[in-house]
């Protein structure tokens, strides 16, 4: 019979803590690993690309610099649209997470757009000047809750 003080015990014991050292690390690792990737996968999206100043103004500014600014007074009608067909790329580029550029379809013609690639629905913008504006921001859900926000920014400025 083996006892606590035999050779081979120990070797078992000291076999399983570094199994037991391992397991931990691989562990450690693992959720490293997600930890990592959850936070590229939410903050990948996450390079805000339009906002809205304090005199009314919506400010598209991609990371290339080439942005435009529209006067909440420049806006005609605003439209919430869901699964639209972009239609034919003009010209484009692309910033993290998003596309921007002109685009061609049968229903708009000629329009600015700015897509985040994690968003479905759209909002288009015709305007006084620039013409017509297709853009998400960041998310389905932000998108809704920036549809809102706007229409109750123009309702605002229509009573002033």
């Known amino acids: 019979m ?38 590229i996968g939410i903050f990948r999206h996450s390079v805000a690309i339009l906002n809205v100043t304090d005199d009314n103004r919506l400010v598209f500014s991609p990371e290339s610099g080439d942005g435009m600014t529209i006067p909440i007074t420049e806006i ?27 685009w061609k379809n049968e229903s708009l013609g000629q329009y600015r757009l700015f897509d985040y690639d994690s968003a479905r629905n759209y909002i288009i913008l015709k305007t006084n000047t620039l013409g017509t504006v297709v853009f998400n921001y960041m998310n389905t859900n932000n998108t809704d809750a920036f549809y809102e926000g706007l229409m109750d920014l123009i309702e605002e400025e229509d009573s002033v």
């Open 2 to 39: 083996r006892t606590r003080e035999d050779p081979i015990y120990s070797r078992e014991t000291s076999d399983k803590k570094l199994i037991r050292t391992y397991q931990r690390m691989f562990i450690v690792i693992l959720v490293v690993v997600i930890a990592a990737t959850a936070y």
């Open 76 to 102: 005609q009608s605003v439209e919430k649209c869901t699964n639209m067909e972009l239609g034919e790329c003009i010209t484009a580029d692309n910033g993290t997470g998003y596309t921007y550029g002109l």
